[in-house]
């Protein structure tokens, strides 16, 4: 079987060549629905490029993947964290008041209230809009008292009085001022609450202060603010 | 026969049996192990559904390729988050008394130690039950005091004291009243210090006790101090 430079037989040789070069070819460009399966699939075949845009979603990320080393610097922001699943200090309730009342000495005004959640230890910043009116003249000057969860908050009680606060004014006219609470130094209560067992249900009251004008009157409280700041 | 056999003939037959035999493969889905590679596949070949679940393991992840963006709103919890290397303030101990543990007038309680890490200033939120039992007869009160880094137990150091909580009974019988300590003022004990301390330089060991002060029932005895308790919140 000696080969000779016949057309037939450089046609055949051809054909094999053509059979075995292509034929790689033409399975890909043939090949059946889903059959390139994990089997066919080189390691490390399928690349960036090669997945497409938004394809790994949750479901294909295997729990624990994502570590600090995976996530860039400084890209998680607050709206990404379940702040109240946190363990950081944040304002957990903001508590407005809008009731406007005279600012009546040895009156009661509602501040507010509200739920403290189990085992977390709440902190108060609490303050009343307090509007001197035109009428009455400066220097003037309103004080109360800020009391948390008392059975009688028109009776002064060292164990519920949690604050003091005082607010001036010289300049005249219609003002409107916030009277800010701070911790009174003689009493036996924190403006704080730490974690109870289960949730706690708090009220907040202001007893009302001296409240002088240096002629005339037109004194009111025109709302209050509670922030609430929570750590567990 | 014999003569049939040419070199023409046997490369063509072969061709015949390539083409139909590849064919064959094809058809019966023989791709061989490991004949797609990357150069096989196109781009954005790879869609969600030929992925497997749980199929992107951490070490097909790159470095930095997951940001906020591609975090679910809100999805991170205190779980996710490793909250000691982070600068937030938080509750860095939770002191405890022993359970079962009460204390007469002008015993110590301890709360409990911890040691504060340095550079992080620490701030201190406490409470303890006060209980009156049935037989101290109304009106009632009790102050108890929170100690801090007291060098002695038993005596009452008043520079020690750095909080103050009370409380007052009218209606009688056996009542628990939990109550949040106080900060002592410098107008009423000029040697108070505050319910915090900064951060130093090295790590600082501190302890807390509670003390029952005063106890005072209209007739009969029976006033204890229990479940002192004291967070640490430490902010760096």
Not at chain 1, 202 to 220: D, K, N, R
């Amino acid at each position: 079987m000696r080969p000779k430079l016949t057309y037939a037989n450089v046609l055949s040789t051809l054909v094999v060549f053509v059979a075995l070069a292509g034929g790689t070819a033409f399975a890909a460009a043939q090949l059946a629905k889903n059959s390139v399966g994990k089997k066919q699939l080189k390691a490390n075949a399928v690349t960036t490029a090669k997945i497409k845009k938004n394809a790994v979603t949750n479901g294909k990320i295997k729990k624990n993947a994502v570590n600090g080393a995976k996530v860039a610097d400084g890209s998680i922001t607050s709206s990404d964290i379940d702040a109240a699943n946190a363990p950081f200090s944040y304002i957990a309730q903001r508590i407005r008041g809008s009731l406007s009342a005279p600012f009546v000495e040895n009156g009661v005004y509602p501040v507010g209230s509200y739920t403290q959640p189990a085992n977390e230890d709440n902190q108060f910043l609490v303050a009343l809009n307090v509007n001197f009116s035109d009428s009455c003249a400066p220097p003037r000057e309103a004080e109360a008292y800020l009391m948390l969860d008392a059975a009688d908050p028109s009776t002064l009680d060292p164990t519920t009085t949690i604050g003091l606060g005082i607010v001036d004014d010289t300049s005249g006219g219609s003002v409107t001022k916030r009277l800010e609470f701070a911790p009174y130094p003689f009493l036996y209560s924190p403006m704080s609450r730490t974690g109870r067992a289960n949730p706690t249900p708090h009220t907040f009251t202001a007893f009302l202060g001296e409240v002088e004008c240096a002629s005339g009157s037109g004194v009111s409280v025109l709302g209050s603010e509670i922030d609430v700041v929570g750590t567990k | 026969m014999k003569r049939h056999l040419t070199y023409g003939n046997v490369m063509s037959t072969l061709a015949v049996l390539l083409v139909l035999g590849g064919a064959t493969a094809v058809a019966a889905n023989q791709l061989a192990k490991n004949s797609v590679g990357t150069k096989q596949l196109k781009k954005n070949a790879v869609t969600t559904a030929k992925i497997k679940k749980n199929a992107v393991t951490r070490a097909k992840i790159k470095n930095k390729a997951v940001n906020g963006a591609k975090v679910a709103d809100g999805s991170l919890t205190g779980a996710d988050i490793d909250a000691a290397s982070t600068p937030f303030t938080r509750i860095v101990a939770r002191l405890r008394s022993p359970a079962g543990g009460a204390v007469g007038l002008g015993q110590p309680l301890q709360v409990g130690n911890y040691t504060q890490n340095a550079g992080e200033d620490n701030e201190y939120l406490g409470a303890v039950d006060i209980h009156f039992s049935a037989s101290c007869a109304p009106p009632r009160q009790a102050v108890v005091a929170l100690a801090f880094d007291q060098t002695n137990p038993n005596l009452a150091e008043s520079q020690a004291f750095i909080a103050q909580t009370a409380a007052v009974d009218l209606t009688g019988g056996d009542l628990i009243r939990r109550v949040d300590f106080s900060q002592v003022s410098n107008l009423a004990f000029p040697t108070a210090s505050p319910m915090s301390r900064l951060g130093t330089a090295g790590a600082v060991q501190h302890s807390f006790t509670a003390v029952l002060g005063t106890a005072n029932c209209s007739s009969g005895s029976g006033v204890t101090a229990e479940n002192a308790s004291v967070d640490v919140i430490g902010s760096k």
